[in-house]
Structure formats: structure tokens, C-alpha cells
């Protein structure tokens, strides 16, 4: 149930974040027809309701299952201890699978993504294709963590060949899924209106000098500010022209 409920709000997250086109994503979580007719029963039986409130015929159909597979692990491995087989018996991350889907426009209907649905997309939205799936896996994956634990993400050059407005879009979605991201990124920094909140460094090399010159801008979701070093200028902070093309690089962590 709780694992529905999450795949539901990662579908939901995935149909708010459409590209300029239309194209939009689901996630479709599946038992895999390739693990055989019993498994897509015994992930039925699970998917139904709590164990301890299934038939008694359902229950010993459940554990039957259960049982064949701790047989079979040990005919394929013979040479394996009791826990290894249970291992390889009970390992459920592979009775299912997971189907990405697209779908460009309302009109259309949604399509399985392939290599050949990937080649028909933009340059930005083959990128888009491929990361906010990620990006939903990865808030998917610390669920299992304490609320208070960090959530990181490191992305390098993530969107590059995307639109500015999806780029928003983009963090956005990173925002609300409650993921902590570290960017490097050539030419992003990050100021968009759907970002309620980030650092981004300017890095400057003078080949002549040893070390990094690392300039932090504070953004607050509606202006950025740059914050001087009083050991370098003693001037005031002042607010940053997001259109001024002056900064060589940088790097961005945002939560």
C-alpha cells in the first residue's frame, strides 16, 4: 500500500512537470512477466491486502510460493549457505518492474519509452526523459531514511541543451521531492522563480595565481545577492543582474 501511495505521488509530480511541447511521463510499477505466472499471483495476493488478512487459502497459496522459491535457490546453488538462498529466494526487487511512458499531447496516448520514442523527442526533452525519472527514484530511495537525514543529489551539467523554463520546471520538482542537490554547471545559475532558495559559487581561475576564487550568490526564490569577502573589497553587498553573462563558471548547492 505505502509503496502504491509513493509511485502515485511520483506519477503526480511527473504529470505537473510537463516540456514545452506537451510531453509528459508516468511510471508504471508491474510484476515482471518474465519472473513467471506464480510471481504476478504472489505480488496479487501481497498488493491486496496485509498477509495476516488474507484467506486461509490465499495465506497457503503465499507461503507455497514462498517455499518453491527456497527450493529452487537451493538446486541453483548448491554450494551456498541457508542465508544465501533465502537471499535469492525472497529478493522481491525482482518479481516487479518499472515501465517509463510518455505521452506528447493530450490527444495522444501514452507510449512505452524506448530507444526509438527517445529519438523522436527535442534535444531538451530526450534530457527531460531521462532525468526526472531519476530524480523521483532517488526521493523514492531515501523514504527509508530518518526524517532529519540529508537527501543528496550531485548533478553534473544536468541540463544542459534545456530551455531555461524547464530548467525551472526541473528544480522545481527537485524542491518539492525534498532533495538536496549539488550542481556544477558551465553556464546555470540556478535564479529561477519555481527555486524557493539556493547558493550558487562563482569560480574564477587566474592561471597566474594558485587557488579558486569562489564568489557566493544568495538566492530567495525573487533576487539573488552577491556576498563580498571583506578580506578581498570592502563594498557593500549588491544585488546580482541575473542577464549580466560576466561569470566564466559555477557551482550551485540548493536545497
Not at 27 to 46: H, T
Amino acid at each position: 500500500v505505502e509503496a502504491n501511495s509513493l509511485r502515485d505521488r511520483m506519477n503526480e509530480l511527473l504529470r505537473k512537470q510537463p516540456t514545452a511541447s506537451g510531453m509528459r511521463m508516468q511510471l508504471i510499477w508491474e510484476p515482471d512477466p518474465d519472473a513467471g505466472p506464480d510471481v504476478k499471483r504472489a505480488v496479487a495476493l501481497l498488493d491486496r491486502q496485509a498477509a495476516q488478512f488474507l484467506s486461509d487459502e490465499a495465506r497457503d497459496e503465499l507461503v507455497g510460493f514462498l517455499a518453491a522459491r527456497v527450493r529452487k535457490a537451493r538446486e541453483d546453488d548448491l554450494v551456498g549457505d541457508w542465508k544465501e538462498h533465502l537471499h535469492e529466494a525472497l529478493d522481491y526487487r525482482k518479481w516487479s518492474r518499472f515501465r517509463l511512458q510518455v505521452k506528447h499531447g493530450e490527444a495522444s496516448s501514452w507510449a512505452d519509452l524506448n530507444d526509438a520514442t527517445h529519438q523522436q523527442g527535442s534535444g531538451g526533452e530526450k534530457a527531460v526523459m531521462l532525468q526526472l525519472p531519476l530524480f523521483v527514484a532517488a526521493a523514492a530511495h531515501y523514504e527509508a531514511a530518518i526524517p532529519s537525514a540529508p537527501r543528496p543529489v550531485y548533478l553534473d551539467e544536468a541540463f544542459a541543451g534545456i530551455d531555461a523554463e524547464m530548467r525551472g520546471s526541473c528544480m522545481e520538482l527537485l524542491a518539492q521531492l525534498d532533495l538536496d542537490f549539488v550542481m556544477a554547471s558551465h553556464d546555470e545559475w540556478g535564479f529561477h522563480a519555481e527555486v524557493p532558495g539556493l547558493v550558487t559559487y562563482n569560480l574564477y581561475r587566474d592561471p597566474a595565481v594558485h587557488g579558486v576564487l569562489t564568489t557566493p550568490f544568495v538566492w530567495d526564490g525573487r533576487t539573488s545577492r552577491m556576498m563580498t569577502d571583506p578580506a578581498l573589497r570592502n563594498d557593500e553587498p549588491a544585488l546580482r543582474n541575473d542577464e549580466s553573462d560576466e561569470a566564466e563558471g559555477g557551482g550551485l548547492l540548493a536545497r
